[in-house]
């Protein structure tokens, strides 16, 4: 019988939860998206078709973005006749964007430098 001590078990769940982590932050790692979250967070609700001529995106390219939003709790949207009405779907979005923007503002020149992330 193979038992698993509590230091494994420990070890696994952070593990398991800096993947989710790290998951939940590549929602953050597409410029269109960081995009749609500031223009949804600066001038408000919008439909998808306002966020493709804001955004300069295809509709099918808005919409796979909005998509990973919503589905990770970043946006959310409601049906206004034929059209979808996408808004900020929680209250700590503006507070994740203007954390890494003050990070960022300490940081910009060893980002910038970054060779691991591109």
């Not at 503006?94 to 960022?104: D, I, K, M, S």
Request: charged fraction near 25%.
């Amino acid at each position: 019988m193979v038992t698993t001590s509590t230091d494994e078990r420990t070890q696994e769940l952070r593990a398991a939860q800096a993947d989710l982590l790290a998951k939940f932050f590549r929602a953050l790692g597409d410029p269109t998206r960081v995009r749609i979250l500031k223009i949804l967070l600066e001038d408000g609700p919008r439909s998808v078709g306002e966020l493709v001529e804001e955004t300069g995106g295809s509709q099918s390219r808005v919409s796979t973005h909005l998509g990973c939003l919503k589905w990770c709790g970043l946006v959310a949207s409601v049906r206004d006749g034929k059209r979808v009405i996408y808004s900020i779907g929680d209250d700590r979005v503006a507070g994740l964007l203007r954390g890494g923007e003050q990070v960022l503002a300490d940081n910009a020149e060893q980002v910038i430098a970054c060779q691991t992330i591109v």
